[in-house]
């Protein structure tokens, strides 16, 4: 089995800057994709961010674009989404997930168990 854990959620003013943490622990996940979704109040989940194993390769939704970066450190088995110039829009239970591939997230990937963010004006 994995398991995911998030942290690094809170409360921020708009403008500001938070970082959240997804540390997995459980079986071997060498290759596998990271990515986060988050589910905003009275919406479904939607994607925010993923990385592929090397890091090399990074897709970002439109909405996010320019403010957050996510990474990853392998050797950790830790992923990073840095989120800057927050909105009140980006207000969200964040998830962070892995999976063998970008299409396969919601699917068979596997889940954290959420952080919540909250930006106010």
């Known amino acids: 089995q994995v398991q995911l854990v998030e942290s690094g959620g809170g409360l921020v003013q708009a403008g500001g800057s938070l970082r959240l943490s997804c540390a997995a622990s459980?079986?071997?996940?060498?290759?596998?994709?990271m990515g986060w979704f988050r589910q905003p109040p009275g919406k479904e989940r939607e994607f925010v961010a993923a990385?592929?194993?090397?890091?090399?390769?990074?897709n970002y939704a439109d909405s996010v674009k320019g403010r957050f970066v996510i990474s990853r450190d392998n050797a950790k088995r830790t992923s990073y989404l840095e989120m800057n110039s927050l909105k009140p829009e980006d207000t969200a239970v964040y998830y962070c997930?892995?999976?063998?591939?970008?299409?396969?997230?919601?699917?068979?990937?596997?889940w954290g168990q959420g952080t919540q963010v909250t930006v106010s004006s």
């Open positions: 459980g079986r071997t996940l060498d290759g596998y994709v």
């Open positions: 997930v892995v999976a063998l591939g970008t299409a396969t997230m919601t699917s068979n990937g596997y």
């Open positions: 990385i592929s194993w090397t890091g090399i390769s990074t």
